[in-house]
């Protein structure tokens, strides 16, 4: 098979013939139809994930059909076309049996404890309660921005943050978990205000039901200008980025009893963020964190967009080859797309 391939961290990353992967017991492989491009791909490739064993092949938000089961498979057939979380469960820990695969203790991620989707095949384990069935209207492009962004941007709101109509929300960051956290707020029927240091992303925002934006290098202090435009702060507030400064904005942006959610990841120099806990402590925030969602939670989500409630396809930033997956991903740290970029292997 064809697959985006590196040796090193921050080294080359060339298009590279592999074997094929063939299943074990309990797993399927995978023929990628489409498969998002996304920041953790960039932080892997820079050595800030542990997680990565060389060499490696990215990516982790992935549609597809199966073309082979192994043995053990009893719910998926060959030919069923397929989406995946990105934190696949064991099925067996402590927390896969309490129904939170997100948090496994033995978890599986494509793209990053074992070789991923920039590839024309993938092999996914634990797959029989793992894999997630594509509602017939679903198309693999749309399947695969719901990746990691958008079912993270999901749960995080709806279930870790409790999102409810009339909330304000302020998010941070309108990349790829930024604008799909706007379009569940909207649905919701939440007031969502949208931060970020660029004006056409501020500008994108608002086509998919941004309230307000904030262009955060115009705004000399950012949590003020938020607690002004809600008489009070926001209900729930999503750092989206994952940096010191948008993580502390997001909390001190908050009103009393509001909820800061972490979905951006902190890695490398911004990981550890000093956090406001006089804030904390006097206004009794919530910081809570997000990852992922489990297959067996995304039934309602599906109803959504299938429902028209939602559009994820709107999130579609550009569709581009496995060939130009090298330089896209080593350019992600400039922040220069727009919209949510997604590689057709085939």
Not at 12 to 33: G, S, Y
Not at 140 to 155: E, N, P, Q, S
Not at 168 to 194: D, E, K, L, N, Q
Request: charged share 20%; with cysteine.
């Amino acid at each position: 098979m064809k697959a985006a391939f590196y040796e090193s961290f921050k080294g080359p990353i060339t298009i590279t013939k592999l074997p094929d992967p063939t299943p074990a017991e309990n797993e399927v492989i995978i023929q990628v139809k489409a498969t998002g491009l996304c920041r953790s791909d960039w932080h892997g490739w820079q050595g800030h994930d542990s997680d990565i064993h060389l060499p490696h092949v990215p990516g982790h938000e992935l549609a597809g059909t199966i073309v082979a089961t192994g043995r053990d498979i009893k719910r998926w057939k060959k030919d069923a076309r397929v989406t995946v979380p990105f934190c696949i469960g064991c099925g067996s820990c402590a927390q896969c049996t309490q129904g939170q695969q997100q948090i496994c203790d033995r978890y599986y991620q494509p793209g990053f404890t074992g070789w991923g989707s920039f590839a024309e095949f993938v092999r996914i384990p634990y797959a029989d309660n793992n894999l997630v069935s594509l509602p017939d209207n679903m198309d693999f492009v749309t399947a695969a921005l719901l990746g990691c962004r958008f079912i993270t941007a999901w749960r995080g709101l709806t279930a870790q943050g409790g999102l409810k109509a009339g909330d304000f929300i302020a998010i941070y960051g309108c990349g790829g978990v930024g604008v799909s956290a706007i379009m569940i707020a909207t649905a919701v029927g939440a007031v969502p205000i949208a931060i970020d240091i660029d004006n056409d992303k501020l500008e994108f925002a608002k086509t998919i039901g941004a309230a307000y934006t904030i262009n955060s290098r115009e705004v000399n202090q950012v949590p003020e200008a938020v607690i002004q435009l809600t008489k009070g702060g926001a209900h729930v507030s999503v750092d989206a980025l994952g940096s010191w400064e948008t993580c502390n904005n997001s909390i001190r942006c908050l009103r009393k009893q509001g909820k800061h959610v972490q979905l951006g990841l902190m890695a490398g120099a911004e990981a550890n963020p000093p956090i406001p806990m006089s804030d904390v402590i006097s206004k009794e925030l919530q910081i809570i964190g997000s990852h992922g969602m489990q297959a067996h939670q995304y039934s309602t989500m599906m109803e959504w967009i299938s429902a028209g409630k939602m559009h994820p396809e709107r999130l579609l930033g550009r569709i581009i080859t496995l060939e130009e997956s090298c330089g896209a991903l080593t350019d992600l740290n400039n922040f220069r797309q727009t919209g949510v970029t997604v590689i057709r292997p085939h």
